[in-house]
């Protein structure tokens, strides 16, 4: 397993932009798939968006589709949540996970290592 740490998280008004990042402790991260999920109060956590190990693959929720952009910089053992165009409803503690795989999935159940999640609140 990997620590993860999230950060970047904060309130911004609608249409801002935020920059989340997860920094990973420990030698497997870049034989790490990484994914990034949200929760809302009230709400199940949902997935978000999802890069391989390689960083070739991603993968998007519809909600965030052409607005986030996930990357990684396996030197820096750090992945990145570039949220554009943000909308109040993108309110939610924001989570990275991992897990040793080469291709991501889409569902918490997928991973077994998670952050302690970052609050992003988006005022409209």
């Known amino acids: 397993q990997v620590q993860l740490v999230e950060s970047g998280g904060g309130l911004v008004q609608a249409g801002g932009s935020l920059r989340l990042s997860c920094a990973a402790s420990?030698?497997?991260?870049?034989?790490?798939?990484m994914g990034w999920f949200r929760q809302a109060p009230g709400k199940e956590r949902e997935f978000v968006a999802a890069?391989?190990?390689?960083?070739?693959?991603?993968y998007y929720a519809d909600s965030v589709k052409g607005r986030f952009t996930i990357s990684r910089d396996n030197a820096k053992n750090t992945v990145y949540l570039q949220m554009n165009s943000l909308k109040p409803e993108d309110t939610a503690v924001y989570y990275c996970?991992?897990?040793?795989?080469?291709?991501?999935?889409?569902?918490?159940?997928?991973?077994?290592?998670w952050g302690q999640g970052t609050q992003v609140t988006v005022s409209s």
């Open positions: 420990g030698r497997t991260f870049s034989s790490s798939a």
């Open positions: 890069i391989s190990r390689g960083g070739t693959t991603t």
């Open positions: 996970a991992a897990r040793y795989a080469v291709v991501p999935g889409m569902t918490p159940n997928f991973y077994d290592s």
